[in-house]
């Protein structure tokens, strides 16, 4: 029971921070997970006591992340880079490990020897894309600095992991050949590699082939497909091999398959995508979630005596590696096709932030070595922790100096208003087209919904609009019976139906309750001079419809409507599009209950639907095709609108 606690603290831990994070957006993400992390462990409850399982945790949460990085690459993009790829991904790698590790041995040899020094280097020398992203959202940074640090942080796990096992096992045995551990890193690294590929073609065949048989398979391939990572990453392990690259490349692998079925399967691909977004989301925040959480008790075992040195320790590692990944690409070890080369230089020493794979690989240092206790695992944690912080406090302090902000060409507010006119523009055509019928009512009613969704309600517009529009159906019921159209005792019923619906919904004037009362005690006077005459008129609560009499309150609670539409369409503005169309639900909801037994035409609804969704796309592009707004304003529209379309579509299944 406390393992479930302690899971559900953590994801609310995560869940509390991206909403910090959204209203106060200018701190990293990855800060308020750590700070939420240290408040998780101030609780007093033994569900934080959190005992860390490396290989687990590498299982279900490093592999997964792993998985998801590599089937959002571009093949073609990775092919065609190889060569820099390499170059930061094993060449920048290995000379970080040996360098910072003969620094550290150099600076402590009674502490650090060769091995352990190399040990710490390997651990500090994966980076984070999505620790960088989280700092350069708002920001304008270069594609090619953006492009080489994803692959980067895809790749240098794996040589970060690999560097490490080979320290382990040189610090086990004592012993180091050259000739062997260039083996084994070339079985393990390219080995994963292969493995991988295999596997990953193997799944994706299966998935092909359900594919061809089934048409309705998301609920056998999105299983599968969350399933990959682990059953890989196990069964590469198992092999010896690395279990990160295999991830990887199989991730990879699946990326073709997304490139060859980009128009199809669409359902299967959105729900995938979606998944594997909150998966990706959750997973990382949970990791800097841990982190916060391991730091106090990190902490509590490290003496105040030795904190400093540990501090100072973390600088210069992290200045080492920084300074390294600066000549590394000012010097043209590695091709990122700069046209800026100092300032690009300077970008990707400061995207060298490290983040999940340096925490993971920290934790996965064993406890025993040789059955001995590891005395320098709590400190080598420490030092990690302390150079993730430094990295993303210098990241986020260093890129905006050096980068621009972001600016879209338009406002959150324009984007709203020209949704709002869209949706405008496909129901007045809507209206305008054909005859009416009830079916157009509930699309037009649903349309509504597009607009309200993204504009604050103002409360008392709505109330005026509310009260003119009660005093336009009184009006309406009077003419009709002026008219013949309906009975007095139509007329009686359908003035305290009205008023007591209008009540519910809306708070009235002086003068509004003065026509309200007028209405009432003139229908009380007709009541009354028919009873004088002798004739039955009995309307009352007792007043009971017919299937046939509702149908017929309907048509007049529909030629009500059309008065109140006239008034609403003659006064309906951008900035009261939300109040207007919160009268017109009001008032088709009322006559739905009318219309409750009565069959409409789910054909008919499906295609006024696609209709209107065609409509909206027309008129942003008849706008953009006047110059009326930017491409990257329809564009944001286009996939509003497309999206409002896919919902509706997901609905009908």
């Given at each position: 029971?406390?393992?479930?606690?302690?899971?559900?603290?953590?994801?609310?831990?995560?869940?509390?921070?991206?909403?910090?994070?959204?209203?106060?957006?200018?701190?990293?993400?990855?800060?308020?997970?750590?700070?939420?992390?240290?408040?998780?462990?101030?609780?007093?409850?033994?569900?934080?006591?959190?005992?860390?399982?490396?290989?687990?945790?590498?299982?279900?949460?490093?592999?997964?992340?792993?998985?998801?990085?590599?089937?959002?690459?571009?093949?073609?993009?990775?092919?065609?880079?190889?060569?820099?790829?390499?170059?930061?991904?094993?060449?920048?790698?290995?000379?970080?490990?040996?360098?910072?590790?003969?620094?550290?041995?150099?600076?402590?040899?009674?502490t650090f020897s060769l091995a352990l020094a190399f040990m710490l280097a390997a651990i500090v020398t994966p980076t984070d894309a999505?620790?960088?992203?989280?700092?350069?959202?708002?920001?304008?940074?270069?594609?090619?600095?953006?492009?080489?640090?994803?692959?980067?942080?895809?790749?240098?796990?794996?040589?970060?992991?690999?560097?490490?096992?080979?320290?382990?096992?040189?610090?086990?045995?004592?012993?180091?050949?050259?000739?062997?551990?260039?083996?084994?890193?070339?079985?393990?690294?390219?080995?994963?590699?292969?493995?991988?590929?295999?596997?990953?073609?193997?799944?994706?065949?299966?998935?092909?082939?359900?594919?061809?048989?089934?048409?309705?398979?998301?609920?056998?391939?999105?299983?599968?497909?969350?399933?990959?990572?682990?059953?890989?990453?196990?069964?590469?392990?198992?092999?010896?091999?690395?279990?990160?690259?295999?991830?990887?490349?199989?991730?990879?692998?699946?990326?073709?398959?997304?490139?060859?079925?980009?128009?199809?399967?669409?359902?299967?691909?959105?729900?995938?995508?979606?998944?594997?977004?909150?998966?990706?989301?959750?997973?990382?925040?949970?990791?800097?979630?841990?982190?916060?959480?391991?730091?106090?008790?990190?902490?509590?075992?490290?003496?105040?005596?030795?904190?400093?040195?540990?501090?100072?320790?973390?600088?210069?590692?992290?200045?080492?590696?920084?300074?390294?990944?600066?000549?590394?690409?000012?010097?043209?070890?590695?091709?990122?096709?700069?046209?800026?080369?100092?300032?690009?230089?300077?970008?990707?020493?400061?995207?060298?932030?490290?983040?999940?794979?340096?925490?993971?690989?920290?934790?996965?240092?064993?406890?025993?070595?040789?059955?001995?206790?590891?005395?320098?695992?709590?400190?080598?944690?420490?030092?990690?922790?302390?150079?993730?912080?430094?990295?993303?406090?210098?990241?986020?302090?260093?890129?905006?100096?050096?980068?621009?902000?972001?600016?879209?060409?338009?406002?959150?507010?324009?984007?709203?208003?020209?949704?709002?006119?869209?949706?405008?523009?496909?129901?007045?055509?809507?209206?305008?087209?054909?005859?009416?019928?009830?079916?157009?009512?509930?699309?037009?009613?649903?349309?509504?919904?597009?607009?309200?969704?993204?504009?604050?309600?103002?409360?008392?517009?709505?109330?005026?609009?509310?009260?003119?529009?009660?005093?336009?159906?009184?009006?309406?019921?009077?003419?009709?019976?002026?008219?013949?159209?309906?009975?007095?005792?139509?007329?009686?019923?359908?003035?305290?139906?009205?008023?007591?619906?209008?009540?519910?919904?809306?708070?009235?004037?002086?003068?509004?309750?003065?026509?309200i009362l007028w209405h009432r005690l003139k229908w009380r006077f007709i009541r009354y001079r028919h009873l004088k005459k002798g004739?039955?008129?009995?309307?009352?609560?007792?007043?009971?419809?017919?299937?046939?009499?509702?149908?017929?309150?309907?048509?007049?609670?529909?030629?009500?409507?059309?008065?109140?539409?006239?008034?609403?369409?003659?006064?309906?503005?951008?900035?009261?599009?939300?109040?207007?169309?919160?009268?017109?639900?009001?008032?088709?909801?009322?006559?739905?209950?009318?219309?409750?037994?009565?069959?409409?035409?789910?054909?008919?609804?499906?295609?006024?639907?696609?209709?209107?969704?065609?409509?909206?796309?027309?008129?942003?592009?008849?706008?953009?095709?006047?110059?009326?707004?930017?491409?990257?304003?329809?564009?944001?529209?286009?996939?509003?609108?497309?999206?409002?379309?896919?919902?509706?579509?997901?609905?009908?299944?």
């Open positions: 029971m406390e393992m479930i606690l302690g899971i559900v603290l953590l994801l609310t831990a995560v869940v509390a921070a991206n909403v910090v994070h959204l209203v106060y957006p200018k701190i990293p993400l990855s800060i308020y997970q750590i700070i939420a992390g240290i408040l998780l462990a101030s609780l007093p409850t033994e569900a934080t006591n959190f005992t860390m399982h490396p290989e687990l945790f590498m299982m279900v949460v490093i592999a997964p992340l792993m998985f998801n990085d590599g089937q959002n690459q571009s093949f073609r993009y990775l092919s065609s880079n190889i060569r820099s790829i390499l170059s930061m991904t094993v060449g920048l790698a290995l000379v970080t490990v040996l360098i910072t590790g003969s620094f550290l041995h150099w600076l402590q040899p009674e999505v620790a960088v992203k989280s700092i350069t959202t708002n920001m304008k940074v270069p594609k090619n600095v953006n492009g080489a640090l994803e692959y980067e942080s895809l790749f240098n796990d794996a040589s970060g992991i690999v560097l490490l096992d080979l320290a382990l096992e040189t610090y086990r045995s004592g012993q180091f050949s050259l000739s062997h551990g260039i083996w084994i890193f070339v079985y393990v690294f390219f080995g994963g590699i292969i493995f991988g590929a295999v596997l990953g073609s193997l799944l994706i065949s299966l998935r092909t082939s359900l594919m061809r048989k089934h048409v309705d398979i998301g609920s056998i391939v999105i299983p599968i497909n969350v399933m990959t990572p682990i059953v890989v990453y196990w069964l590469a392990e198992e092999l010896h091999l690395s279990g990160i690259l295999a991830v990887v490349a199989a991730g990879v692998v699946h990326s073709i398959l997304y490139d060859r079925m980009r128009l199809t399967s669409t359902k299967v691909q959105m729900s995938t995508t979606t998944i594997w977004n909150i998966i990706s989301d959750a997973l990382n925040g949970l990791v800097f979630v841990l982190l916060g959480v391991m730091l106090p008790q990190v902490l509590g075992r490290t003496s105040w005596q030795n904190l400093g040195a540990i501090v100072a320790l973390a600088f210069a590692i992290y200045i080492i590696t920084t300074l390294l990944r600066f000549l590394w690409v000012r010097f043209k070890f590695v091709n990122i096709q700069s046209t800026n080369l100092n300032r690009d230089s300077l970008l990707m020493a400061l995207g060298g932030i490290h983040g999940t794979i340096t925490l993971a690989l920290a934790f996965s240092l064993p406890v025993l070595i040789n059955n001995h206790q590891f005395a320098f695992r709590n400190s080598m944690i420490l030092i990690a922790a302390i150079v993730i912080l430094i990295s993303i406090a210098v990241g986020a302090i260093g890129y905006p100096i050096i980068l621009p902000p972001k600016s879209k060409s338009y406002s959150k507010s324009e984007f709203q208003k020209e949704l709002i006119k869209t949706v405008q523009y496909a129901i007045n055509e809507l209206r305008t087209s054909e005859k009416y019928s009830p079916e157009k009512a509930v699309v037009i009613d649903q349309l509504s919904s597009q607009m309200t969704q993204y504009h604050e309600f103002n409360r008392n517009v709505y109330s005026q609009l509310m009260g003119k529009a009660h005093q336009i159906e009184l009006a309406t019921l009077d003419r009709l019976n002026e008219e013949g159209r309906i009975s007095d005792k139509e007329a009686k019923f359908l003035v305290n139906f009205v008023t007591r619906s209008i009540f519910r919904v809306n708070k009235h004037s002086f003068l509004e309750l003065w026509v004739s039955r008129y009995n309307v009352g609560p007792k007043y009971q419809l017919t299937k046939e009499q509702r149908a017929e309150t309907a048509e007049i609670l529909e030629i009500i409507n059309r008065e109140i539409d006239k008034y609403l369409h003659s006064i309906e503005t951008p900035q009261n599009a939300n109040e207007v169309a919160m009268v017109r639900r009001t008032y088709f909801q009322r006559k739905r209950f009318f219309l409750h037994d009565i069959s409409m035409d789910t054909d008919l609804i499906t295609s006024l639907f696609i209709e209107a969704f065609q409509l909206e796309h027309s008129y942003v592009q008849m706008q953009l095709a006047d110059d009326r707004f930017s491409q990257e304003l329809a564009n944001a529209l286009n996939e509003q609108i497309s999206t409002d379309e896919l919902v509706y579509t997901q609905s009908l299944d």
